[in-house]
């Protein structure tokens, strides 16, 4: 069983940057795959980024987002610099056992961090 929490989101203006964090519990954190997703208001939640031994990025976000990870703390972050309007959603931390960009391959869910990018 893997616990996730997410924290780091809050309100921004375009241009501005946010750090979010995913600190997870669980002995065996290194062998997860570790991505982000978001949720728009009445949008379908959708894959952003993921961390295994590679990584993969949404389009909209490459060079502008990154993901890493420290194994020894048990977290996984997204650092966003140069956020946009359209970035605002609710961001969710999860845990799978492959590099994907499918909600499906994803076991474990975190409860979600609100960002919110002005205009």
């Known amino acids: 069983q893997v616990q996730l929490v997410e924290s780091g989101g809050g309100l921004v203006q375009a241009g501005g940057s946010l750090r979010l964090s995913c600190a997870a519990s669980g002995r065996t954190f290194s062998t997860y795959a570790m991505g982000w997703f978001r949720q728009a208001p009445g949008k379908e939640r959708e894959f952003v980024a993921v961390?295994?031994?590679?990584?993969l990025y949404r389009d909209s976000v490459k060079g502008r987002f990154t993901i890493s990870r420290d194994n020894a703390k048990n977290t996984v972050y997204l650092q966003m610099n140069n956020l946009k309007p359209e970035d605002t959603a609710v961001y969710y931390c999860a845990a799978g056992v492959r590099l994907s960009r499918e909600q499906n391959d994803y076991n474990y869910w975190g409860q979600g961090t609100q960002v919110t990018v002005s205009s």
């Open positions: 961390i295994r031994w590679s990584t």
